[in-house]
Structure formats: structure tokens, C-alpha cells
């Protein structure tokens, strides 16, 4: 039995040996190991390839000054579990309790060798199946009708072993470093091995290439030994609590920004890093020019020989020579291990450090590929948390439901209710749900209208950017109209140009709630469900077409939607305006 067990994991291709599996995973960090664990608890045959020893390869190397920016709230004065996930941005999605991240570190802001350790002790204590110390180098595809979807993927590691697998996903997150050439750039360090011994800097004046996380955390590190510290990058400083963005500047690191505007020697720049370029004089001094100032000069001459900003304007900004470069433009997808028939495109404009997915994290041009976790983040890229833990743990339980009823005909879980239990139903969610908090305006709940309205059923987290594809996506079946709810900031309340702390800043009269700026619950309601076409023509920044009716929950400020006049009482209305019916309970 054994013999054919192995025999029946072998596939002839072309004279290679192809050791099969339905499901490869490649990349072992936070989003593989998350998959793996849903494949592992539906008993799916499936592998996740790692090429280091042990998970979370990343995290052993990033953050470089080791202090993680996703919070870890201990304590919320509630026992809920899904709850308290809505402050956990650390943990995966487990059954066994001792893998919550708070058991790992005390810390609010972790260290990053917890995090490497909680992902070791996940895959260890769930028994996944990682196979460590392989790199997939090659991925190709190989055409047949009888496959789930067309063809197989087929993958090569650094040891020229062949994998065979009907569906692929990509967890690797962004981990190559953005670069930009430019005349001089050779004397760049990069933030991936420049030294992090704040003494190494003492005394010295530096200039850092980028304006987002790891720029600042590098600033922070050395902000109290350096000359001065000057930071450029093409765009403005987006704040976090401002953009509503996590992967915004973080308070935590942004010392930088008192020093500049407290007039303490730092400050800040834009311009374009394309359009710079760097000599060292015979000091080893690194000054900073214009690209075109050495057009058509011999830049072998010498120094002297350069056209310096300051020859001409004698306050350019940047007039003082440097003793260091660094460079912190973090990092992109590594495309180089697909081969063209997989079509792997990166994004465009500011997604094209991403691979191109649908609103699925289906590849657009190959069907059964599938990108999770960091590297899926163009779904939903300076909107939601997708790009992070506490909001892919959720996209990729979503994904793992799409496949279970693809492949296996298992439909989306669902719990049908009494229409009387409708108004309850949502209070409990939007008051509990963790995935509809992280991943707001990405992630919804449904519910699906039974016949006349008697009961419903009930549907959680899933993508709406897929709404008009729910009954094929999901094996459920939405004849008679349906809800969805989700969560929102107010359309005009974000952005890196806003006072988010102006007065009178917040709503509190439910008379007033469409006019909620902080995150808030939104209900949506439509006599069918929308078409593709709508979805195509929604109004920009909405993540739904525009409804039959909407209501918005007034925005709170324990973020608790329990009070029965400004929340449940309006939200009870609404509903029986929709259906014609009437919810309160009656008791003889």
C-alpha cells in the first residue's frame, strides 16, 4: 500500500519525475503558514515550500532595528476572542489557543524575534506541512483539459527536483529591495545591510532615499548621534493617523519629524530620486547634484570638473556634503521565477511593485494561481490592511473558502436564521467581527433573502470586489435580493492632506450618521444582486454599486453599536422598510 501511495504521488512528465500535490504554497512566512492551516484542517494534499530552515524567513532579517509596528494589545477589558482579534494585529487564525501572539510578547510594539518564534512554533505545534531549505527557482505551466483548471503547474527547486500541482499559492511576500540607478548611486547603502550601531554614525551627516516606515525607523535610530539627518523621497510624509492607512507612517517612528519642524538641523525634501546623482569628492564627502548637470562632462575628471546645485543657487537646499547615503524605498515581488506562459504582469502606477490579481487574489491571466498575504496587497493597497497580518489572516480564509467549493463543492458556510433574528444578527457582527474591522470596505458579510423574506441566511467575510460573481463563488444562491454589510471611514475624512483632529470632528445623532467620518458600519441593500457591468460603473471609492437603499450605523466612539436609540432602533427601521415586515419580537 505504501509502494502505491508513493507511486500514485508521482508524476511522468517528459521523463522527469513530478512528486504531486494538489496544492503547493510557496513561501513559509505569516500567509503560508495561515493556508497551510486551513488546507491541513479541510485535509487537503498539499505542501508549502520554504527555501530557509524555519518559517518566517523575513522576520528573521525585517525590521532591521528589530521593532515591529503592528500592535499587540494585551488587555481590550473584554473576553471575546474575536474581539480582542480586532487589536491583535500579530496573531494567525488557529483552534489552539496557546497560538495567540500575547502569550509571545508583552510588548505593544513586539520584537521581531517573537514573531519569528510564534510562526515556528505554528507550524511545529499544528504539524503543517513545510518542507524547509527549498527554493522554488522555476515555475512553468503544463497544459491538460483534465486538470482543475485547465493545466498544471509545474515547479523546479534549487536541487532541479520537479513539483507537480493543479493549484498554486504564491506567499512570498515583497522581499526584493526597490532600487533606483542613477549616476552615483554605487555609493548607496542599502537599508538591507547598511550597519545598525548607532555609534557607526556618530558625528556623521546623512541623507536617507525614501519616506515610509524603514526611512524613519532608520532616522530614529541614529536621530540623537548624527550631525544631521536629511530625508528625500518624490512624494509628501502620509501619516497613519491621517491616511487611516497602516503602512503609513507610524507614530512610533516619526522623531524626525520634531526635529524638522522644531528647527533642530533635520528636515525633509521631495524631489525625484531619478533626477539626482551623487560624487565623491577627495574627502570621501558625497555631494548631491542633477542628473543633468553631467550630461555631456567627464565626470573622471574630478569634482571640480561638476557642475554643483549651489554654483548656481547658492541656498540650494541640499549644499552640504554627506558622509552617507542610505537608501529605504522598501521592497517588491520578485517576478523572476515565473515563466511567461503564467503571465505573472506586475501592477501599474503605484501597485507595480504587485502582482496583478483580481479582487479574488486569483491571477488575472491564469486561472488556479493565486497570490496571498504582503504580495496581494494591490486589492486593496493604501485602503485596507490587506498587506498586513491582521488583515491577510482574513483574505486568506476567504480564498480558502473559494477553493473548497471550486474544487471540492463545499459551499461558503452559512448559518440560516428567522427574518426576526436579521436586526440581532448584524449588532452581533459588527460589534464582534475582527476580519469586517481590519479588512473594512474589502470584506463583507452577506445575507441572502430567503423566499418572502421569512429567514435568511448568512454569509461572513467575503470579498465584495467579487459581489456579482457570489453565486458561482460560493455555491449559494441569492434569488431574492440581499444585504451587505461592511465597514467605512467617511468618504472625506482620509488623506494626507486632512486635519483628521479638527473639532467637532465626530457625529453623534443618528439623524446624521451618513455623515460619519470615523470607521462605522454601513448596510447596503439590493432587490438582486449587482451585475458585473454595475460593478465596472460604481460610483470611484465606492466599494459597492449604488444600492436600492443604505444605511449607516452613526459612527461611535468605543466603536460598541449596542445603544438601542442612536443604533439598534434606526438600523430595525431601516431593515423593515426594505422588506415590508415587521422584526420586533412578540411574547404571549
Known sequence: LGLALYASSLCAVSGAAFLYHDYCVIGAGPSGLQAAYFLQQAGRDYVVFERSHAPGSFFALYPRHRKLISINKRYTGKSNSEFNLRHDWNSLLSHDRRLLFRRYSRDFFPDA??????????????????????????????????????????????????????????????????????????????????????????????????????AF?????????????????????????????????????????????????????????????????KKGKLHITLRFYLENRNTSAGIDSVTLPQDELDNFATRAPYDRVIRCLGWKFDFSIYNRSLRMMPGKGNKKKYPQIKPSYESRSTRGLFVLGTASHSVDFRKSAGGFIHGFRYTTRAVHRLLENRHHGVPWPSTVYPITQLTNSIIKRVNEASGLYQMFSILADIILLRENATAFEYLEEYPVGVLAELETQTGRKAPNGLFVVIMEYGRNFSGADKDVFYYNRAVGEAQHAWQSNFLHPVIYYYKRLPTEHEMRLRPPDWPLPRPDAVHHIVEDFLTDWTAPNAHILPLRRFLENCLSTDLRNFFA
Open 113 to 214: 524575534d517573537a514573531m519569528v518564534r510564534y510562526l515556528e512554533d505554528f507550524a511545529s505545534l499544528l504539524k503543517l506541512q513545510v518542507q524547509y531549505n527549498t527554493a522554488i527557482i522555476h515555475v512553468t505551466l503544463e497544459r491538460d483539459r483534465q486538470a482543475w483548471n485547465g493545466h498544471y503547474f509545474l515547479l523546479t527547486d534549487q536541487d532541479r527536483q520537479n513539483y507537480k500541482c493543479s493549484s498554486l499559492l504564491v506567499a512570498t511576500g515583497t522581499w526584493v529591495p526597490n532600487v533606483v540607478n542613477f549616476p552615483g548611486s554605487e555609493y548607496v547603502e542599502g537599508y538591507e545591510t547598511v550597519s545598525i550601531n548607532p555609534e557607526d554614525f556618530a558625528g556623521q551627516t546623512v541623507l536617507i532615499l525614501g519616506r515610509g516606515n524603514s
Open 217 to 281: 525607523e532608520t532616522a530614529e535610530n541614529i536621530l540623537g548621534v548624527t550631525n544631521f539627518i536629511h530625508m528625500v523621497s518624490r512624494s509628501r510624509v502620509r501619516l497613519s493617523w491621517a491616511t487611516h492607512y497602516v503602512g503609513d507612517l507610524r507614530a512610533i517612528n516619526n522623531g524626525l519629524l520634531d526635529t524638522y519642524q522644531l528647527k533642530s538641523l533635520d528636515g525633509l525634501l521631495e524631489g525625484d530620486l531619478e533626477d539626482l546623482a551623487i560624487i565623491k569628492d
